[in-house]
């Protein structure tokens, strides 16, 4: 499977609507790949594509001015109107969009937001704060509301403000996204280390009020980690929290804002602990002899805390995918990778482990070193470094992948959770059979994929990739999915994992917040809201309002 960027003229890409990333990119599926999804699937029909002409404007409501930049051009409304979640995407591509914001707000400026909010307090306007519009729990969608609605848009706000050097911190507008991030801090040999999938497109200020988790977390921390100190600008008032090595000023507030999605207020800049950039990132790939053995060996590599980077074991039936994807460019190469794998013992496709380290050339082949003799002890293969700078170099790419499989039909979505070692098998299993039998009654089949990552001493999160066929008409395909989610989501609870590891609660996740923080815990968190909004402006159906809104 080869990356393709067409040969568009100059300018910056433009942001596609319907679909994830830039125009003229698209990573289409293998034949080997689609071949393997339609043994499982049966045959699938094309899902409408957008249409642009067919899109008819929904008027927008009169406001009041709002002291900063607006646009209420309507495609920008509708790119502001949904996240990038399946239902958004499918919504998007029939056409089946049923709000608007009334306008998109581009605030420059602190002061600007703090007016905006203003005015809006005292109209009762709603307000989303919309960062990189990639939420996948529906965050930053516009339902249909009696009340005027505002997209404030962040991206004004993205510069470098200050770098410590000595102390490794830097302070950036809440609205950058990840590649200036990276490239702001790059002049000072420093980086962040924050690699979402999503990092191109999502922004600082998206990653604190998700509390996002980046690829490389194992060894930079997710963002709660990594942020040290934050501003946040309520209708209730300014809330400015110092970047401090660690305080015992009472409980952290700043941990109060990671995850609060908007309803506790606009993040508008934030202090991050940034690191020197490492001189190379080494990703090895190797094959264990299965889903339990690899368990075991990421378990004991996590709690020796083995200096890595990347660490992310896929199970067999996500093995076969990423060969089949061209992990290991597999009409070249991957028969003689089977004929190796198995004279080495290994049945069926093994569990592909990926194993990343950073630092000196040095310090990266003692990590990787220490690693394999680690893994050998478990059985495992070593494949070499070229499928794992293939993913290396692929990384951001993936996503364009479900675009190009909706056009042929084939839905897929993820899921996410995290629970203790002890929990992580039974878990892995149940939310497969949730899952597998969900669209059983209709007789039709699920395939469904995981991987372990993130990995630390006492546990993992697990990410589950599941595709299905879809229907061309989108209620039908609304309603399917609605049904698999709603599912898996009980199964991974009543199997102790989290509600999320790190998407975060949105509009999706929750009617079940109450099963993760309890009565008491939510009437601490509906307080907070009420306390810093108390008008209710702020994104209010996101995180506290438990509606279940799967198929909105
Ligand atoms: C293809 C793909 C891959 C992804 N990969 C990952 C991954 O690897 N790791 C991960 O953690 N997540 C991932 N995500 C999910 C998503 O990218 C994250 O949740 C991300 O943190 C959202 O950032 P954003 O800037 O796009 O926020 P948005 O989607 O714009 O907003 C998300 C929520 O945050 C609020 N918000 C945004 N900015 C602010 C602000 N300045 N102040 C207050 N509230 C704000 C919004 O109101 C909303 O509630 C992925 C999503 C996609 C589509």
């Known amino acids: 499977m080869v990356m393709t960027r067409s040969a568009a003229?100059?300018?910056?890409?433009?942001?596609?609507?319907?679909?994830?990333?830039?125009?003229?990119?698209?990573?289409?599926?293998?034949e080997s790949l689609l071949q393997w999804l339609t043994e499982r699937l049966g045959t699938t029909v094309p899902f409408p594509q957008f249409d642009p002409s067919s899109f008819q404007p929904i008027e927008p409501r009169a406001l009041p001015h709002l002291h900063c930049r607006i646009s209420q051009d309507p495609m920008e409304r509708l790119a502001h109107a949904r996240g990038q979640g399946l239902p958004d995407l499918l919504r998007l591509r029939a056409g089946a969009v049923s709000a608007l914001p009334d306008v998109v707000a581009h605030p420059g400026s602190a002061r600007e937001i703090e007016q905006v909010l203003n005015v809006c307090g005292r109209s009762e306007i709603r307000v989303i704060p919309w960062g990189g519009g990639t939420s996948v729990t529906g965050a930053?969608?516009?339902?249909?509301?009696?009340?005027?609605?505002?997209?404030?848009?962040?991206?004004?706000?993205?510069?470098?403000?200050d770098v410590d050097v000595e102390s490794g911190l830097a302070t950036f507008g809440a609205g950058v996204r990840g590649p200036a991030l990276e490239s702001q801090l790059a002049p000072y040999g420093l980086t962040l280390g924050h690699f979402p999938q999503s990092w191109e497109l999502s922004t600082l200020g998206g990653w604190i009020a998700t509390?996002?988790?980046?690829?490389?977390?194992?060894?930079?921390?997710?963002?709660?980690?990594?942020?040290?100190?934050?501003?946040?600008?309520?209708?209730?008032?300014r809330l400015e929290l110092a970047a401090m090595p660690s305080t015992a000023a009472g409980p952290d507030l700043r941990q109060l804002l990671l995850g609060s999605e908007g309803r506790f207020g606009v993040l508008t800049r934030a202090t991050v602990r940034v690191r020197r950039r490492p001189e190379t990132l080494h990703v090895e790939a190797l094959l264990l002899p299965s889903w339990e053995r690899g368990l075991e060996a990421v378990r004991e590599m996590s709690q020796a805390r083995l200096p890595l980077q990347i660490v992310r074991l896929s199970d067999e039936p996500e093995t076969e995918v990423a060969l089949r994807a061209g992990l290991a460019d597999h009409a070249l190469v991957a028969p003689l990778l089977r004929g190796w794998i198995r004279l080495r013992g290994i049945r069926g496709s093994g569990c592909l482990l990926l194993c990343g380290a950073a630092g000196s050339v040095g310090e990266t082949e003692a990590s990787l070193d220490r690693a394999a003799a680690l893994l050998r002890r478990h059985g495992a293969v070593a494949l070499g470094r070229r499928p794992g700078n293939r993913w290396l170099e692929d990384r951001f790419r993936h996503p364009y992948l479900r675009d190009s499989l909706l056009d042929r039909g084939i839905a897929t979505d993820t899921l996410e959770t995290a629970a203790p070692w002890s929990s992580l098998s039974s878990l892995a299993r149940r939310v497969r059979k949730a899952l597998e039998s969900a669209l059983q009654e209709e007789n039709e089949a699920t395939t469904v994929l995981c991987h372990l990552s993130h990995p630390y001493p006492d546990g993992a999160s697990l990410y589950f990739t599941f595709f299905f066929r879809c229907p061309a008409d989108v209620g039908e395909a609304l309603a399917r999915w609605g049904q698999l989610k709603r599912r898996a989501t009980e199964a991974l609870l009543d199997a102790g994992?989290?509600?999320t590891h790190h998407h975060g609660i949105g509009l999706w996740h929750a009617p079940w917040l109450d099963r993760e923080v309890g009565s008491t815990g939510r009437k601490l968190l509906e307080a907070t809201a009420r306390t810093a909004d108390p008008e209710g402006i702020l994104n209010p159906q996101v995180l506290l309002d438990p509606v279940d809104r799967l198929e909105t």
Request: avoid cysteine.
């Open 9 to 30: 003229g100059g300018g910056p890409p433009r942001r596609r609507l319907a679909g994830w990333g830039f125009e003229g990119e698209s990573y289409p599926p293998s």
């Open 140 to 161: 930053v969608n516009v339902l249909p509301s009696q009340d005027s609605i505002v997209s404030l848009d962040m991206q004004g706000l993205s510069t470098l403000e």
């Open 211 to 237: 509390r996002a988790s980046g690829q490389e977390s194992l060894a930079y921390g997710g963002i709660d980690r990594l942020l040290a100190g934050v501003e946040a600008i309520a209708p209730s008032g």
């Open 497 to 499: 994992g989290t509600l």
